[in-house]
T-cell receptor, first 114, second 114 residues
Framework: SQTIHQWPATLVQPVGSPLSLECTVE??????LYWYRQAAGRGLQLLFY??????ISSEVPQNLSASRPQDRQFILSSKKLLLSDSGFYLC?????????????FGPGTRLLVL | KNQVEQSPQSLIILEGKNCTLQ??????????LRWYKQDTGRGPVSLTI?????NTKSNGRYTATLDADTKQSSLHITASQLSDSASYIC?????????????FGKGTLLTVNP
């Protein structure tokens, strides 16, 4: 069966510090991968998606970046965090070639920027 | 612009009671609609998925309906349990174009009290 992992679960970082969140998927090959942010009282916002290694599409301009160094690894990064980067970050995967198919979400990382 | 509106924003019911959550969407062209359940601090989990030709889908005590003509969906929860306390998110997928983007509602926060 497929599983998706995210870490860390919780992170408190000062403004201006770097960020690296990691997501890995097990039990499937060549998945589509996604990074979302969920702010309090708001819906999920798609940040990045990837259909393959090294292929990243950005949905919103921001100081975040994403990378996919391996087939089942997706990393969300920032060089300098802003207060507005606080939120709940979710990684998700879907079966390749099914962009509108069911997305399976990880447990999330709660980020607080102070 | 594709949008998904959910109502009510929040709902409190007593254990054992039934409830119905609403979702209106303007996503076009429509591909499918999903309801997700998101426990506090966790990633969303898919409950049901319906395509254009389906007007009802059940998953245990959860029953979703879809009216593609009026672009409305509902999620009915029967004999609620304390574990049903969560946010319920309506997600609509458009066909064609960029298939990797889903339109998320902001969710309905359901609280089931003993």
């Amino acid at each position: 069966s497929q599983t998706i992992h995210q870490w860390p679960a919780t992170l408190v970082q000062p403004v201006g510090s770097p960020l690296s969140l990691e997501c890995t998927v097990e039990g499937t090959s060549n998945p589509n991968l996604y990074w979302y942010r969920q702010a309090a009282g708001r819906g999920l916002q798609l940040l990045f998606y990837s259909v393959g290694i090294g292929q990243i599409s950005s949905e919103v301009p921001q100081n975040l970046s994403a990378s996919r160094p391996q087939d089942r690894q997706f990393i969300l990064s920032s060089k300098k965090l802003l207060l507005s980067d606080s939120g709940f970050y979710l990684c998700a995967w879907s079966v390749t070639g099914t962009g509108g198919g069911t997305q399976y979400f990880g447990p999330g990382t709660r980020l607080l920027v102070l | 612009k594709n949008q998904v509106e959910q109502s009510p924003q929040s709902l409190i019911i007593l254990e054992g009671k039934n409830c119905t959550l609403q979702c209106n969407y303007t996503v076009s062209p429509f591909s499918n609609l999903r309801w997700y359940k998101q426990d506090t601090g966790r990633g969303p989990v898919s409950l049901t998925i319906m395509t254009f030709s389906e007007n009802t889908k059940s998953n245990g005590r959860y029953t979703a309906t879809l009216d593609a003509d009026t672009k409305q969906s509902s999620l009915h929860i029967t004999a609620s349990q304390l574990s049903d306390s969560a946010s319920y998110i309506c997600v609509v997928s458009a066909s064609g174009g960029s298939n990797y983007k889903l339109t998320f509602g902001k969710g309905t926060l359901l609280t089931v009290n003993p």
